[in-house]
């Protein structure tokens, strides 16, 4: 629960922020509409310059900030109305990569404090691998300050010039109401089941965007083994991506026992329906099915990549990242050993409560605006 306080003092104008997104990751949004709802309840005045997509599943504008729809795109345009945005702005808080640099063209000139959170490794190969390293030094020197969601975005960040990273605070807001306090849950995990066609044999989840980075290539490569298991395990993988076409092809192709269910809305009710969630490549920091596998007490397989070692602990079976056998093996011991999985359960719990919390994770944003805010004291 967020602590409600007026943070302005009496007379004095409140604190003026945007914060800036690109569309961005499920975590980054969900961040900022969890941010935006504690600095609205604390007096802040919130304006939140993403697209409208955005704005649409995420509803900045119901936990009460002014929403400005800039598009993606880097034309003059969209840049034009950003910069108005952030006109009168005290403090400009940019989420993720691209967003930043977006932010620091349009304050560029202005002694306006930036702010900027890193959520994720961003990842590139040959010649954009070179620019994006360019692409990181220009916003580590612009920000203010520089936060990074786990150590290796805080080291990268300084690596490439920051003049201030910290570790930052960053909640996963809570499910409203988790499924497994449900009254419907004993009837609704029967139903996820059938209608996914694993109403007799394990069933295992994956979740994401179908991009090359994600580990999916990998993740196809380990199901051509429990192919031998009896029952066959079954994988849906929820998501949309431009890998889908060429991952539907091997599915076919190679007989695999893998159904690519598109995006869904109800990723919380399918993750309480299943066995196993697999994470087999990710370079977010905090990644959301890792959160919301050790949320709802289901048994974690990851790549050990990027932050994720951090965010899960000993609470999952981690494994080397894109090892498909050491990945199929983790699979099957973990279906062989209901004993590990309700152990993993019981550490997940434990995990999830050194986790910041989102009261704590504006109280830390609020430190920092405050820093880079109060007024320098007279001579």
């Not at 999830?352 to 805010?373: F, I, K, N, R």
Request: aromatic share 2%; net charge neutral.
């Amino acid at each position: 629960m967020i602590h409600v306080s007026s943070h302005s003092p009496p007379g004095q104008s409140p604190l003026r922020t945007v914060q800036v997104l690109g569309g961005g990751s499920a975590g980054s949004c969900a961040h900022v509409r969890s941010l935006t709802s504690g600095l609205v309840a604390r007096g802040v005045r919130v304006t939140v310059c993403a697209p409208a997509s955005a704005d649409h599943t995420y509803d900045f504008s119901g936990v009460g900030a002014d929403h400005v729809h800039v598009p993606r795109r880097n034309d003059p345009t969209s840049m034009a109305v950003l910069r108005a945005a952030c006109a009168d702005a005290d403090l400009v808080h940019a989420h993720g990569l691209h967003s930043a640099l977006r932010a620091a063209l349009a304050l560029s000139g202005r002694r306006v404090p930036l702010v900027v959170t890193l959520h994720s490794r961003p990842y590139a190969e040959g010649a954009r691998a070179h620019l994006l390293r360019l692409l990181e030094r220009r916003v580590a020197r612009a920000a203010s300050v520089v936060l990074g969601s786990s150590s290796d975005l805080v080291d990268r960040a300084r690596s490439r010039g920051a003049r201030d990273a910290r570790l930052a605070a960053v909640a996963l807001p809570a499910p409203r109401r988790p499924l497994a306090e449900s009254e419907d849950a004993d009837r609704l995990r029967p139903k996820a089941r059938a209608e996914l066609g694993a109403t007799d044999r394990p069933l295992l989840m994956a979740v994401g965007s179908l991009d090359r980075h994600r580990g999916y290539d990998t993740l196809l490569d380990a199901t051509r083994a429990w192919r031998r298991l009896d029952p066959v395990p079954l994988l849906v993988i929820a998501g949309e991506g431009p890998l889908r076409g060429e991952l539907q092809r091997r599915i076919v192709n190679e007989g695999l026992p893998v159904r690519l269910v598109g995006p869904r809305d109800d990723i919380g009710e399918l993750l309480a329906a299943v066995d196993l969630a697999l994470l087999p490549g990710s370079w977010e920091s905090r990644s959301v099915l890792a959160q919301e596998a050790l949320h709802a007490r289901v048994p974690l397989v990851a790549a050990a990549a990027g932050g994720i070692p951090e965010l899960v602990g000993d609470a999952a079976e981690l494994v080397p990242h894109g090892d498909s056998e050491a990945l199929a093996e983790a699979v099957e011991a973990l279906l062989a050993d209901p004993a590990r999985r309700e152990l993993l359960r019981d550490k997940g719990t434990l995990q999830v409560a050194t986790w910041p919390t989102e009261d704590e994770t504006v109280a830390q944003v609020l430190s920092v605006y405050d820093e880079l805010t109060k007024p320098l004291p007279l001579p």
